[in-house]
């Protein structure tokens, strides 16, 4: 499983951006998908998951500002973030659990400045 996360930047606090992790394979196929994010000096933490069904799931902070979705006929998952705040600024990665495994993407840098 390969995963290539993309779609980061530099926003100003308000704006939106939206990432893509495009998978080698099937997305249909993995329990769930997922991005975390971390910030320098911090513990990666879980943003949004999304299982195979559809359910979806968000940290607090994400709540009503983030968006997660996913195109199982382009292999490719979405993380929608609007209104962003200085806070989120972090490396965003994108993960899926398929198998015993979980595989991570490459990460993709948000800056969101003030």
């Known amino acids: 499983v390969q995963l290539q996360a993309s779609g980061g930047g530099l926003v100003q606090a308000g704006g939106s951006l939206t990432l893509s992790c495009t998978a080698s394979?099937?997305?249909?196929?993995?329990?769930?998908m997922g991005w975390s994010r971390q910030a320098p000096g911090k513990q990666r933490e879980s943003v949004a998951t999304?299982?195979?069904?559809?359910?979806?799931t968000y940290v607090d902070s994400a709540k009503g500002r983030f968006a997660i979705s996913k195109d199982n006929a382009k292999n490719t998952l979405y993380l929608q973030m609007n209104n962003l705040k200085p806070e989120d600024t972090a490396v965003y990665y994108c993960?899926?659990?398929?198998?015993?495994?979980?595989?991570w993407g490459q990460g993709t840098q948000v800056t969101v400045s003030s």
């Open positions: 993960y899926c659990d398929y198998l015993f495994g979980t595989y």
């Open positions: 999304i299982t195979s069904d559809g359910t979806t």
């Open positions: 394979g099937n997305i249909a196929r993995y329990r769930n």
